[in-house]
């Protein structure tokens, strides 16, 4: 059994994995909140009813138009995937414009047909990246462009890759999840480019029933209501160090009181890997306009919009959305796993745990033979 959210900290605060940030991360974990009666009527209170805006949705094959109550933009679907075949389940990773290299990881790794049955063997799973333009920058556009067309499998928008639009590129995952894929697919992944990630383990999910793929449900590390709000002006620090490790930039988890007064957020599910039946949404893209907008994507998804057309929030096993909540020599079992890994150190960390720890996981394959001098051969193969 993988750990909960409270037994990580448990194990960070036990300093089993030291690292620069680990007490920065320790305060994310332990300042939860009673959720009261007062709380929730003033999450519900919120909620605006704006029978005048239109519903967030797909106006054509090119145009898309996302409404909030107090904004509006229209998009354009400027490249997708053609060739889809029937699948159940469609993975979709938020990725970069300017991570190639790690998309090509990816590709190489959990996305390789020939090591996961699910994708290859099953054709069950389809997997394919988000990737948002900015108009401004035409060189660096063609170069993305070029690289969907070459590969297939982009879905390429007029939105810029900001933090701060987060919110926006998630709702647009899921709008084209449940508009413009073939009936077939029921459960729509989100996952970022940063996490580990096992798509086999899925299986024995959705054979056992924790997985319902019929139901409108959606599925992940689940945050319990009562997590505190940084409302303006009292930044989380662990925002700052955490995106400035990733990518040197300064950033902030903040929500100004004009666009939610609460003092706590409700339940919620961490915002690097979820899974969202279909039915699920189709409901929360709907439910848009009823909300003002907030850029800590997670907790807006999956916590408010979900929570306002009831969509179940579910817990899965073996989700490690710290980097520190876990190793590739440990001896969970493991199904998405956030990391601050470079990509020589994500392929190795992939194939190790996929050998020692994925259950029915073949220790031969095309593409990696076991040896760790390998890996930068796999990387720029």
């Given at each position: 059994?993988?750990?909960?959210?409270?037994?990580?900290?448990?194990?960070?605060?036990n300093?089993?994995?030291?690292?620069?940030?680990?007490?920065?991360?320790?305060?994310?974990?332990?300042?939860?909140?009673?959720?009261?009666?007062?709380?929730r009527?003033?999450?519900?209170?919120?909620?605006?009813?704006?029978?005048?805006?239109?519903?967030?949705?797909?106006?054509?094959?090119?145009?898309?138009?996302?409404?909030?109550?107090?904004?509006?933009?229209?998009?354009?679907?400027?490249?997708?995937?053609?060739?889809?075949?029937?699948?159940?389940?469609?993975?979709?990773?938020?990725?970069?414009?300017?991570?190639?290299?790690?998309?090509?990881?990816?590709?190489?790794?959990?996305?390789?047909?020939?090591k996961?049955?699910?994708?290859?063997?099953?054709?069950?799973?389809?997997?394919?990246?988000?990737?948002?333009?900015?108009?401004?920058?035409e060189?660096?556009?063609t170069?993305?462009?070029?690289?969907?067309?070459?590969?297939?499998?982009?879905?390429?928008?007029d939105?810029?890759?900001?933090?701060?639009?987060?919110?926006?590129?998630?709702?647009?995952?899921l709008?084209?999840?449940?508009?413009?894929?073939?009936?077939s697919?029921?459960?729509?992944?989100?996952?970022?480019?940063?996490?580990?990630?096992?798509?086999?383990?899925?299986?024995?999910?959705?054979?056992?029933?924790?997985?319902?793929?019929?139901?409108?449900?959606?599925?992940?590390?689940k945050?319990?209501?009562?997590?505190?709000?940084?409302?303006?002006?009292?930044?989380?620090?662990?925002?700052?160090?955490?995106?400035?490790k990733?990518?040197?930039?300064?950033?902030?988890?903040y929500?100004?009181?004009t666009?939610?007064?609460?003092?706590?957020?409700?339940?919620?599910?961490?915002?690097?890997?979820?899974?969202?039946t279909?039915?699920?949404?189709?409901?929360?893209?709907?439910?848009?306009?009823?909300?003002?907008?907030?850029s800590?994507?997670?907790?807006?998804?999956?916590?408010?919009?979900?929570?306002?057309?009831?969509?179940?929030?579910?817990?899965?096993?073996?989700?490690?959305?710290?980097?520190?909540?876990?190793?590739?020599r440990?001896?969970?079992?493991?199904?998405?796993?956030?990391?601050?890994?470079?990509?020589?150190?994500?392929?190795?960390?992939?194939?190790?745990?996929?050998?020692?720890?994925?259950?029915?996981?073949?220790?031969?394959?095309?593409?990696?033979?076991?040896?760790?001098?390998?890996?930068?051969?796999?990387?720029?193969?």
């Amino acid at each position: 059994m993988s750990p909960t959210p409270n037994d990580m900290y448990i194990k960070l605060q036990n300093n089993l994995y030291a690292s620069p940030i680990t007490n920065i991360l320790l305060p994310h974990y332990k300042n939860s909140q009673q959720f009261t009666q007062v709380d929730r009527a003033c999450i519900q209170d919120e909620w605006q009813e704006n029978q005048s805006l239109n519903v967030t949705n797909t106006f054509s094959d090119e145009t898309y138009r996302i409404v909030f109550s107090d904004a509006q933009k229209t998009f354009n679907w400027i490249q997708v995937p053609q060739d889809y075949g029937n699948p159940e389940i469609l993975m979709i990773v938020s990725s970069n414009s300017d991570n190639f290299a790690r998309r090509n990881v990816i590709r190489k790794t959990w996305m390789n047909a020939e090591k996961n049955k699910i994708i290859g063997e099953k054709q069950q799973m389809k997997v394919i990246f988000l990737v948002g333009v900015d108009a401004r920058n035409e060189a660096k556009n063609t170069v993305i462009l070029r690289e969907a067309e070459v590969f297939g499998d982009m879905i390429v928008v007029d939105l810029e890759d900001t933090y701060v639009n987060l919110t926006w590129k998630s709702i647009s995952l899921l709008l084209y999840g449940h508009t413009k894929t073939p009936p077939s697919v029921k459960l729509i992944g989100k996952i970022d480019e940063d996490v580990i990630f096992y798509p086999d383990q899925l299986s024995n999910l959705i054979k056992d029933g924790t997985i319902n793929m019929t139901s409108s449900s959606i599925y992940g590390e689940k945050w319990e209501a009562g997590v505190p709000v940084h409302h303006k002006d009292e930044r989380s620090k662990w925002w700052v160090i955490c995106r400035m490790k990733v990518r040197s930039t300064e950033l902030f988890r903040y929500i100004p009181k004009t666009s939610y007064k609460c003092r706590v957020f409700p339940s919620y599910l961490s915002g690097p890997f979820y899974l969202v039946t279909r039915k699920a949404a189709e409901r929360i893209t709907v439910s848009t306009k009823h909300r003002k907008f907030i850029s800590v994507e997670d907790v807006f998804i999956s916590g408010l919009l979900a929570g306002d057309v009831g969509v179940e929030k579910k817990s899965l096993p073996h989700l490690y959305m710290v980097d520190e909540a876990t190793t590739d020599r440990e001896k969970f079992e493991i199904l998405a796993w956030h990391t601050l890994k470079n990509d020589k150190q994500f392929v190795e960390s992939w194939e190790n745990m996929r050998l020692t720890r994925c259950a029915g996981c073949q220790r031969t394959t095309r593409y990696f033979r076991g040896s760790r001098s390998q890996v930068a051969e796999e990387i720029n193969q």
